[in-house]
């Protein structure tokens, strides 16, 4: 049986699914806009959207706000304006809430980003990817590396200081050489935040079905490493796999995640995790994912296509799948608090990992060691049935 003695943070989610086009290695929820994006009718959706799990979250507060897509900045300032104060009518949102929207570079300009910056959003993620042109182009971008430092440089000086750029490794034809110097590009434009992630293949996408002929393993491992070095020689401190942040800039949002906190989600494919203190349990819900068959049944009355509460065995499995990838790992009162469970419902697997010396496990803490960071995939097997 689950035991809850408290609620987690609670973050919200905003899907705007709308991309120029789709991009071949993407497998997420987004879509190739045609000649005007529907921005009020998805609005309204939205609301609609929202209003009907209003009951699920009653009387919290909401600690992050992350637009993200598809390409939210294809949607107009005021549009964006229009979303956040509808929010802020039905929400109870903190003072000094991180509000983070994706952005692209091609699909914005000065003006824009100080359109979005006075609406309320003060955290950017813009999609870069690469500074390198031929790999934009085998990537689908539509923008050019002079396009991304540019963008980046116009959303300064509209006035936004936190700012993480996103950038990729593993690519096509990538060298280490050419993997440095997008992260040396990166650091010199300062962002306080930078995700750098392998590409990988993902199902039911371009690059799946026509697969790139990527650097070998130990090359992308070797990219991996040396690219590290240069983030934590440049003061950027590595608390997620993929995750690297300046003093005091880890994003708020995704750190929910990962610490296995609640989140509502609303939008087109939008997934929630949301505890019920009341049941004692967890519930997970996705809605409707096509756009245009969510905008229709929004106003039919829901757009909820599945829902399950979770069982213990995945209530302990979803917990280490997210906080593992924590570099500093976590207390081990937090997988009592968010899971509602004993530590020693996992004790076998956690035995297993300390036994490969992929863990360092002490009454207060467990804790990736370097070989767990560097075999993450083989440790997070340990918790699966």
Not at 74 to 101: C, G, K, Q, V
Not at 125 to 149: E, P, T
Request: a negative charge; one cysteine or more; hydrophobic letters at 40%.
């Amino acid at each position: 049986m689950l035991t809850f003695k408290s609620l987690p943070p609670l973050s919200l989610y905003v899907h705007l699914p709308w991309c120029v086009r789709k991009c071949p290695y993407c497998d997420f929820n987004s879509h190739a806009a045609g000649e005007e994006v529907p921005e009020q009718h998805y609005i309204n959706a939205l609301m609609r959207d929202l209003e009907h799990d209003l009951y699920r979250i009653w009387g919290r507060r909401i600690q992050s706000i992350f637009i993200g897509g598809g390409t939210p900045s294809l949607f107009t300032p005021d549009a964006i304006d229009r979303l956040l104060s509808e929010l802020r009518a039905r929400l109870m949102i903190n003072a000094n809430a991180e509000i983070t929207m994706e952005a692209n570079p091609g699909t914005v300009d000065y003006a824009r980003f100080l359109g979005f910056r006075e609406a309320g959003i003060n955290r950017l993620s813009v999609g870069v990817q690469s500074f390198d042109n031929q790999h934009l182009k085998n990537l689908g971008r539509v923008h050019n590396g002079d396009d991304a430092i540019k963008a980046i440089e116009k959303a300064r000086q509209a006035g936004f200081d936190n700012i993480n750029i996103d950038l990729m490794f593993g690519l096509a034809d990538q060298s280490i050489a050419q993997a440095s110097h997008d992260i040396s590009t990166a650091i010199e434009l300062s962002p306080r935040h930078i995700s750098y992630y392998q590409l990988t293949i993902e199902p039911n996408t371009y690059f799946n079905r026509y697969p790139p002929l990527l650097p070998k393993d130990d090359l992308i491992w070797q990219m991996q490493v040396e690219s590290q070095q240069q983030l934590a020689g440049n003061g950027y401190h590595q608390y997620e796999v993929s995750a690297y942040a300046t003093a005091n800039s880890e994003c708020v949002h995704n750190r929910n995640y990962w610490e296995f906190g609640d989140y509502l989600g609303i939008g087109a494919g939008a997934h929630s995790k949301i505890t019920d203190m009341q049941q004692q349990k967890v519930f997970r819900f996705a809605k409707q994912k096509h756009p245009v068959a969510y905008m229709d049944n929004s106003a039919k009355g829901g757009v909820v296509i599945s829902e399950q509460a979770l069982s213990q065995q995945e209530m302990g499995i979803e917990f280490m799948m997210n906080a593992l990838r924590l570099t500093d790992g976590f207390a081990t009162s937090l997988f009592t608090e968010r899971a509602g469970l004993p530590i020693i419902c996992i004790e076998k697997p956690l035995k297993l990992a300390e036994q490969k010396q992929l863990i360092d496990w002490t009454l207060n803490s467990i804790v990736p060691t370097d070989r767990g960071k560097q075999y993450l995939n083989d440790l997070l097997e340990l918790f699966l049935p």
